[in-house]
């Protein structure tokens, strides 16, 4: 017995933690399971018969958060047999078939390597009736040749490589990951081609290292010539990409992003810390001159360039002096705005077992005064624009008080989150759709626009948004298994009928 009604495609939910490439991988999940014949359940349904979750090991609470919610779901499940669950991402990379004895209620575990074999794993274990587990050490295929169900009628994300070569002390992600692996510029560009086609106006070019691109195959210069290459795909109006290493960023990046048309000046390069003894410890291999270095070219090129980062705040053996030095970069720096993360120890890293583990209220009161520090310098950043013109791409859930203040959001094309007055074309202006207006207030996470509008501009992505369709990018046929009964073969148009 499943939780379907008989005759009736199966439902599934995907929920998501974690970074943005985890976002994109489940994109890809959710392609692969309405190709195998799976239909996407409703947010409100709380009885879908596969959940998926698709998880994070970055932060320490990412084992207690998943197991809680695996907890929770097993009433549930208890109640509505047939119901299947399934475990994928870094968390279920690491902890492997500990996910199964931890949770037995659990049906499917898969690792970041073969989020393709997900169907399988899925039909296998209900016909077997018992838990598969199976996490690659390597990737199987590469996750572009899996069909995409995108989020998004307006903005797309684009995997260029997956994995990172790199070695920081206190990042998990490598050995979760893999070794770097990169796609081949043409078939970036025709996934790029292929979303634009589908009205998408926005790409973000994604990879752990996304500025190392090129090494598999011997090309230091890769990433710039990929940027410029977006640059002649028509209909493509806006280029993002995250994140960069500054160990890798070249002076044919920056020139690459000034003379670009549609690459858009904002530039989101971690830090992590601003004191040089830190950064060796973290075995990042650069140091705060360099680091400043590059965001002083990228300003001389572009310079309304706004500028994000990553700091994390009391990493082992991190002293007062450390972290005074962090906030010296941060105030030469300028930042727009950034993420800021409290240090969290991950077992399988080097910087578990580092000696100078600090007490956690000497990490949260630091955490507090870096916070403080950035948002200070962020809203006179933001004040600056008061006044400026700005082009917004309308967005979908970006403002959460839209509702009641009768305004509507989007992002700038540097990155900015903007509220705006919709005034006379209230009504008329959809998800995707560009709007031109004036800034008039300035916060630290936001800007508003409060006068009439200079213009607004429909657009084939808010097309697709008013229409409900999303795009869908299909990859390459893997042979994939599918639920329900075959499709009917069409009749055959010439030759023989039967043999």
């Known amino acids: 017995m499943t939780t379907a009604a008989a005759g009736s495609p199966r439902t599934y939910q995907v929920r998501t933690y974690g970074c943005q490439m985890n976002v994109h991988d489940s994109e890809r999940i959710s392609g692969l399971l309405e190709q195998a014949g799976y239909v996407r359940a409703p947010q409100a349904d709380d009885t879908p018969d596969i959940v998926v979750f698709n998880t994070c090991a970055v932060r320490e609470n990412a084992d207690n958060r998943l197991y809680g919610n695996l907890g929770h779901l097993r009433p549930v499940k208890d109640k509505h047999p047939g119901m299947q669950i399934a475990v994928g991402g870094c968390l279920a990379q690491k902890d492997r078939g500990d996910i199964v004895r931890r949770a037995p209620w659990v049906d499917v575990v898969f690792g970041t390597h073969n989020i393709g074999a997900l169907p399988v794993l899925l039909e296998r274990a209900r016909h077997n009736a018992a838990a598969e587990v199976e996490i690659l050490e390597s990737l199987d295929v590469f996750p572009s040749t899996l069909p995409t169900r995108r989020e998004s009628t307006y903005a797309g994300w684009v995997s260029i490589s997956v994995g990172c070569n790199n070695t920081c002390t206190f990042c998990i992600v490598p050995s979760l990951r893999g070794k770097e692996k990169d796609r081949r510029p043409g078939d970036i560009l025709s996934e790029v ?114 500028i994000t980062t990553d700091i994390i705040v009391g990493f082992p053996g991190e002293t007062e002096a450390d972290f005074q030095r962090t906030l010296d970069v941060v105030r030469e720096a300028r930042f727009s705005s950034a993420f800021t993360f409290q240090y969290s120890k991950r077992p399988g890293t080097p ?45 979908v859930g970006e403002g959460r008080k839209d509702e009641r203040t009768g305004r509507l959001s989007g992002r700038a094309r540097d990155g900015r989150l903007v509220h705006f007055d919709a005034g006379s074309f209230a009504g008329s202006i959809r998800p995707g759709d560009i709007v031109h207006t004036t800034v008039t207030y300035a916060a630290p996470h936001h800007l508003n626009a409060d006068g009439a509008p200079l213009s607004h501009r429909r657009t084939r992505a808010g097309d697709a948004a008013e229409a409900g369709r999303s795009p869908r990018t299909p990859g390459v046929l893997l042979g994939l298994p599918t639920i329900g009964a075959p499709a009917v073969a069409p009749a055959p148009t010439g030759g023989c009928a039967a043999h």
Not at 201 to 230: C, M, P
Not at 364 to 378: M, N
């Open 193 to 306: 081609r292929a979303l634009v086609d589908e009205g998408v106006l926005e790409v973000t070019l994604l990879g752990q290292n996304v500025n190392s691109y090129g090494v598999e195959f011997g090309d230091r210069y890769a990433f710039g010539k990929l940027l410029r290459a977006t640059g002649e795909i028509d209909g493509l109006e806006r280029v993002r990409f995250t994140s960069p290493h500054p160990k890798d960023f070249t002076d044919d990046v920056i020139a690459a992003m000034a003379e670009t048309p549609n690459v858009c000046h904002s530039l989101h390069m971690p830090l992590q810390s601003g004191s040089d003894d830190v950064l060796k410890a973290m075995r990042r291999s650069y140091r705060s001159e360099r680091y400043l270095g590059i965001i002083e070219k990228v300003r001389a090129a572009m310079p309304d360039a706004a």
């Open 351 to 395: 910087a578990a077992t580092m000696d100078g583990q600090l007490p956690k209220q000497v990490v949260q009161e630091r955490y507090e005064r870096l916070i403080a520090a950035v948002e200070e310098i962020s809203w006179a950043e933001n004040k600056r624009l008061v006044g400026e013109p700005v082009e917004v791409l309308v967005a």
